[in-house]
């Protein structure tokens, strides 16, 4: 139809219009990265802030967003994905190993990964928080998650006679509380201790749950 606009589909530079449009959207949420996550944060960056320090326009913005909101989502999004990835490969490289030995890998590639840059824990644990309702689902959905992940290895390790068989939701869901809690107040400098330490003392308190007093492991 004549006068109507239809997005480019050829190669430019080599490039296609879909490889040009992800390197624009990563240069956007890398850029979010750093103001959302650092200085000035969500709630103070304004699209106009966003496009400059993205080396883009407002107009290229509003081609790949609606608002700084879907910007925000998409990050926090991606800031899980990293340390679900994380998470995971260290689960398979652990794969038959005593729930001890395995938790401490699992938590240590987990806190290795958010605390890695500090932008990523503002992201993850304050700037998500209390934006919509929208968001705040987002938010729970992706703590389900990990509840999920919790309980999955605590429904295996029961199988393998290493810990209590029982309903480990709430317990798993008051667990992810306290992992998150521990790992930002230390990131914040209000924990007095090492990243290690702070990795024994997760791994000592989800044993305790697993492992209630007066429950011993059985042989498999």
């Given at each position: 139809?004549?006068?109507?606009?239809?997005?480019?589909?050829?190669?430019?530079?080599?490039?296609?219009?879909?490889?040009?449009?992800?390197?624009?959207r990563?240069?956007?949420?890398?850029?979010?990265?750093?103001?959302?996550?650092?200085?000035?944060?969500?709630?103070?960056?304004?699209?106009?802030?966003?496009?400059?320090?993205?080396?883009?326009?407002?107009?290229?913005?509003?081609?790949?967003?609606?608002?700084?909101?879907?910007?925000?989502?998409?990050?926090?999004?991606?800031?899980?994905?990293?340390a679900?990835?994380?998470?995971?490969?260290?689960?398979?490289?652990?794969?038959?190993?005593a729930?001890?030995?395995?938790?401490?890998?699992?938590?240590?590639?987990?806190?290795?990964?958010?605390?890695?840059?500090?932008?990523?824990?503002?992201?993850?644990?304050?700037?998500?928080?209390?934006?919509?309702?929208?968001?705040?689902?987002?938010?729970?959905?992706?703590?389900?998650?990990?509840?999920?992940?919790?309980?999955?290895?605590a429904?295996?390790?029961?199988?393998?006679?290493?810990?209590?068989?029982?309903?480990?939701?709430?317990?798993?869901?008051?667990?992810?509380?306290?992992?998150?809690?521990?790992?930002?107040?230390?990131?914040?400098?209000?924990?007095?201790?090492?990243?290690?330490?702070?990795?024994?003392e997760?791994v000592?308190?989800?044993?305790?749950?697993?492992?209630?007093?007066?429950?011993?492991?059985?042989?498999?």
């Open positions: 139809m004549a006068g109507r606009l239809r997005a480019p589909t050829g190669r430019y530079g080599g490039r296609s219009a879909e490889e040009r449009q992800a390197e624009r990563r240069r956007f949420l890398d850029a979010a990265l750093q103001l959302f996550g650092d200085s000035p944060g969500y709630r103070s960056t304004t699209v106009a802030a966003l496009s400059e320090a993205a080396g883009l326009s407002t107009r290229q913005f509003y081609e790949e967003f609606r608002t700084l909101e879907d910007v925000l989502a998409d990050l926090h999004l991606k800031v899980n994905d990293w679900e990835e994380a998470v995971l490969a260290a689960a398979a490289d652990t794969e038959g190993l729930i001890e030995d395995r938790a401490t890998a699992i938590f240590r590639s987990y806190a290795g990964n958010v605390t890695a840059d500090p932008r990523r824990i503002r992201i993850t644990f304050v700037e998500i928080v209390g934006v919509s309702p929208r968001l705040e689902e987002q938010r729970l959905a992706r703590r389900a998650r990990w509840v999920d992940f919790i309980c999955a290895e429904q295996a390790a029961a199988e393998r006679g290493e810990a209590a068989p029982r309903d480990y939701r709430v317990a798993a869901t008051a667990f992810i509380g306290s992992v998150n809690g521990l790992i930002h107040d230390w990131s914040a400098g209000w924990v007095p201790a090492t990243l290690d330490e702070v990795v024994d997760l000592r308190q989800l044993l305790g749950i697993l492992r209630p007093g007066g429950w011993s492991p059985t042989a498999p």
